[in-house]
Every structure is written in structure tokens, then in C-alpha cells.
């Protein structure tokens, strides 16, 4: 209770600021969840493992999570603003949500967050924007969630209209730093910096995005630990900065509507060396029917993985594990309702195929999604089947979050929403995923999973 009054006498603090420059608007809105969630076979270090999953009480668990988000916009004008968003976390979870009793007796969390903090203005006598401070940054992504970035970063933003039609984003972000300050050791080149460029194409029936990124990755201590797979290799680098880049594009075609395709190419790597050098590429293609009553959807991904007779990996790089790739709600990173559980949020070594229908409605305010999906790994077996690559991978190594190609799974997801009031509402998700992971692979069998989420958002 100390944290969430801590949370209203800081939102105080900012009213009374606000009310003391009379100039300024401020705005409140925000959104408070609430989740009840049963998993079986998810949690813990053994998931899904047949054999072990009950030494680590992987099954039947049960969890009620909670988060409370406050947005405070403080706008001088059409040409000046900024937004501060308060969040009450339970110490450096990463999750941005607390597990009631995760904090004890007087929680609900051991300190409040400035999650966003950034100033929105516009150089006088133009119509470029400027965006700095602690942001949401997403890379461009049509048919899925992005599985590069679609997360909070710290850095500016700058967008260039050329006309109504075309524009151009330019960017530097700074995923990652070390704090350098007096008696504590500092190491040499240990940030991340990442330089950002997106050109917006529109017109009836098209938008296209290309897009690219490219940064240094600093091997300096914090940032250089072995296993790295979000923009690293399996080992460190002898360098001592890394180039780490991406190029992309996605498109979205809606010239037969009600028809809508997507499609999207992202290709990255980095300059490392042995061990710490990767490269791969993903595609993504998706078409729906939007009509008066249903939307059915399919669309499909295949991302790179690893060969089976080098050192260096050949998945897609991530920033930070920044992305939220949503093929599923178990095994990827779809329709979480403050309910992590593998938590992939890359399709790095995977293909797969998904068969949907959403927005179908039998009872006024209560609307219906259903989805199939098909996941296959691309990953050669003999990274896990020879000991030394499968020393390399760490924790990685583990058919949840590293699908060869002899493992598959199948999910299933129903996700219901009603809506009790015009701002509550109420949502149901149901998912179970089916393994097919190889047992002359991994030498051990494994289970089926399921998660049942009862979730309450209030958005104002």
C-alpha cells in the first residue's frame, strides 16, 4: 500500500507543478490490470520436461499477477509536450508486473518507475517532430509483432514529413549502458548505441516501410558475458565493439479488399568472430478477410537457424531480447495478460504456419479469437546431439526455446473479451501446446502444456 500511495503523491507532485504554470494541460489516463492465471507443465527450470517438471514444481501452478500503469501528459501546446508514466514494480522484476505476495506484507511493490519519460516537440516553423527520453520503439512489422524491438528504449526520435503520403524516421537509441561515476571501475566500450532510419510510404491501397538499423554492441564487462543471443553469438568477441546492423521491410496491400496481405524481410548480423559472429534472415507473408462479422487470418514465418558445421550462430538477431513476436500465446509472445510462461520473443530458428478467425461475436460486447498454429525448428540437430556446440548454447539448449529440426509443436489459442463497462473489461484465454520434441535428440521426453488466464483491465 506504502508504493501505490507513493505512486498518487507523485502524480500530486505533477498536478501541483502543472497547476503552478498555468500554460500547461495535463491529461491523465492510464490502465490497471489484474490476472489470475493456472499453468501446467510452464513454470520453472525443468518446463515441460516429463521426467522433472514436478521436482521444480513446473506443474499445476497457479499465479495472480497485477499492474497499474498512470500516464501524465503535460502539453504547453500543439508544438510542446511530454509524457511521464508511473508504474509500481516489484524491485527489478522485468516483467513490469508484480505476483500478489511477491513483495510480502505491504506491498504492492518495492519502489515506483518512471517506465516512460520523454518530451514531444517540434522545431518552430516546421512539421518535424522530435521524441527524447525513455520511449516505446518498435521496429516496423505487418504481419506479426516485431521480432526485433517492440520495447521501452532510451534515445530520440526524430520524424520528417514530406507530404501526406511519405515521411522519414531517423534515430539514435541506447538499448544499453554501464553507469560510469566516481569509485566504482569502469570498463571501456560497454554501451549499446544504435542509429535508426524508417522511410513511410502510403497510398489507397499501400504502405511500405523499409527500414534499417546499425549500432555498436561494446564488449565491455556487463555487456560481453558469454550466451549472449540477443545481438551476439555463442561466445564474446576479441574486439572490443561489435558492429551489429538489421535491414528490413514490410508491406501491407489492401487493392482487394476487403482482402489485406502483409509481408515483411528483416536480415541481420554482426562483424564478430568465430563463436560470437551471427547472421540470419526472416520472412513473414499474411492474408485476412476483413468482414462485416468475422476475420479469418492466415499467415506464415520462417527464420534461419543454425548449420551443423560452424561455430557462429545463424539466427536472427534481437536487441536486447526486445522483441514480441505473438504466433502464440505458450510458446511465443502473444496475448501475455501479465502472464509470462516460455516467453519467446524472437522466431529465431523457427518456421511455422497459423490458421485463424478473430472479431466473430455470438452475444452483444463479448467478442471471440481462435487461432491454430504449427511451429517447426530450423536449428540442426547437431548443435545439441555433439556436446561441445551444445556446451555453447547454456540454457538455450532446451527444446522451449531452441527447436531443431526434428522438434515441432502444435498450439491452440481461444481468446475471449467482454466488455463489463466502457472502460472494464473482462478477458478469458485458453491455450494449449502440444510438443513433438525428439527424444533421440534431447534424451528425455517431454509434456504438453496449458495456461487458463482470467484477466481484468481498467483503461482511463
Known amino acids: 500500500m506504502k508504493k501505490l500511495i507513493t505512486l498518487l503523491l507523485a502524480g500530486g507532485m505533477i498536478f501541483s507543478c502543472a497547476n503552478n504554470a498555468s500554460a500547461v494541460d495535463v491529461k491523465v489516463s492510464g490502465d490497471w490490470q489484474a490476472s489470475f492465471t493456472f499453468v501446467d507443465n510452464l513454470f520453472g527450470r525443468n518446463a515441460l520436461n516429463k521426467h522433472r517438471s514436478q521436482e521444480d514444481g513446473s506443474t499445476g501452478t ?62 518552430p516553423n516546421t512539421d518535424v517532430q522530435v521524441r527524447m527520453g525513455r520511449q516505446v520503439v518498435s521496429t516496423p512489422s505487418y504481419t506479426f509483432s516485431s521480432p526485433v524491438l517492440d520495447e521501452v528504449s532510451d534515445g530520440i526520435m526524430v520524424s520528417v514529413p514530406f507530404s501526406e503520403t511519405a515521411g522519414i524516421t531517423v534515430g539514435w537509441l541506447r ?98 568472430d568465430h563463436a560470437a559472429e551471427r547472421k540470419g534472415w526472416y520472412a513473414a507473408l499474411g492474408a485476412e478477410v476483413d468482414t462485416d462479422t468475422i476475420t479469418p487470418f492466415v499467415r506464415g514465418w520462417y527464420a534461419t537457424g543454425d548449420d551443423a558445421d560452424s561455430e557462429e550462430s545463424g539466427r536472427m538477431l534481437s536487441v536486447d531480447n526486445g522483441g514480441t513476436f505473438d504466433a502464440s500465446s505458450i510458446y511465443f509472445d502473444g496475448n ?9 520473443r524472437s522466431p529465431a530458428g523457427t518456421w511455422g504456419v497459423q490458421l485463424g478467425v478473430k472479431d466473430f461475436t455470438f452475444v452483444e460486447d463479448l467478442n471471440h479469437a481462435l487461432s491454430v498454429s504449427y511451429i517447426k525448428g530450423t536449428n540442426n540437430t547437431n548443435r545439441i546431439t555433439n556436446g561441445i556446440l551444445r556446451a555453447q548454447l547454456g540454457d538455450l539448449a532446451n527444446p522451449a526455446t531452441y527447436m531443431t529440426t526434428r522438434d515441432s509443436a502444435w498450439e491452440i489459442d481461444f481468446l475471449s473479451s467482454y466488455k463489463l463497462y466502457q472502460n472494464l473489461s473482462a478477458n478469458l484465454l485458453l491455450a494449449y501446446l502440444i510438443t513433438d520434441f525428439d527424444k533421440n535428440v534431447w534424451g528425455v521426453d517431454y509434456e504438453n502444456g496449458f495456461r487458463g488466464t482470467l484477466n481484468f483491465t481498467y483503461a482511463f
Not at 501475455?336 to 519467446?344: F, G, M, R, Y
Request: overall charge negative.
Open 62 to 123: 497457479f499465479n495472480a499477477a497485477q499492474r497499474v500503469r498512470v500516464n501524465f501528459d503535460l502539453t504547453a501546446g500543439e508544438a510542446l509536450g511530454g509524457r511521464v508514466q508511473l508504474q509500481a514494480t516489484a524491485g527489478n522484476d522485468a516483467a513490469n508486473y508484480y505476483s500478489w505476495g511477491q513483495a510480502g506484507v505491504g506491498g504492492p511493490g518495492e519502489r515506483v518507475t518512471a517506465r516512460l519519460a520523454y518530451l514531444d516537440w517540434m522545431i
Open 175 to 272: 538499448p544499453h549502458a554501464e553507469l560510469n561515476k566516481w569509485g566504482v571501475q569502469h570498463y571501456a566500450h560497454n554501451n549499446v548505441d544504435l542509429a535508426y532510419l524508417a522511410v513511410d510510404m502510403t497510398s489507397d491501397n499501400l504502405k511500405l516501410t523499409p527500414w534499417g538499423m546499425i549500432g555498436l554492441h561494446g564488449n565491455g564487462d556487463g555487456v560481453r558475458e558469454p550466451g549472449n543471443m540477443d545481438m551476439m553469438g555463442y561466445g564474446s568477441s576479441t574486439d572490443s565493439r561489435t558492429t551489429v546492423y538489421w535491414a528490413g521491410i514490410g508491406a501491407e496491400l489492401g487493392v482487394f479488399s476487403p482482402f489485406k496481405i502483409t509481408g515483411d524481410f528483416i536480415y541481420s548480423g554482426n562483424d564478430a
Open 336 to 344: 501475455s495478460l501479465l502472464a509470462a510462461t516460455i516467453d519467446n
